[in-house]
C-alpha cells in the first residue's frame, strides 16, 4: 500500500513544520480540488513489534479511539503508519488520550 502526497502542502498554524516535534498537528490541504478540504494526520510507528498485523492494528486503532466522523490508516512502511482523521475533535481526544 503506497501513500501519494505529492499535491499536498504541510502547514502549521500558518507557520513553519517543525519535524522534531512529534506532538504537533499537521494542516495538509489538497491542491488539486479547487477546495482546501482541512484533514488531520498523525504518524504512528509500532516499536517492538517482530511480527505486525496491519489490519489488526487498524482494527484496533480504530476500536480504541471510535472517532466520530471516521479516519483512514495507511501503511507507509512495515511499522510505520500515517493516520488521517476528519475531525479536529477526535485528533484532540486522540492527543489527550481519551478513549
Known amino acids: 500500500m ?3 502526497l505529492s499535491s499536498v502542502t504541510i502547514s502549521k498554524d500558518k507557520g513553519v513544520v517543525n519535524s522534531d516535534e ?3 498537528i499537521l494542516f495538509l490541504e489538497d491542491l488539486g480540488s479547487g477546495t482546501a478540504d482541512s484533514y488531520y494526520f498523525l504518524l504512528a510507528k509500532v516499536l517492538g513489534s517482530k511480527h505486525l498485523n496491519p489490519r489488526a492494528f487498524t482494527n484496533v486503532m480504530k476500536a480504541l479511539w471510535s472517532p466520530t466522523r471516521g479516519m483512514e490508516i495507511t501503511q507507509l512502511e512495515r ?3 500515517l493516520i ?3 475531525s479536529h475533535r ?3 481526544s486522540v492527543l489527550k488520550g481519551e478513549p
Do not use: E, G, R, V
Open 90 to 92: 477526535d485528533i484532540q
Open 22 to 24: 512529534p506532538s504537533d
Open 79 to 81: 511499522a510505520l503508519f
Open 84 to 86: 488521517k482523521f476528519n
Open 2 to 4: 503506497a501513500a501519494s
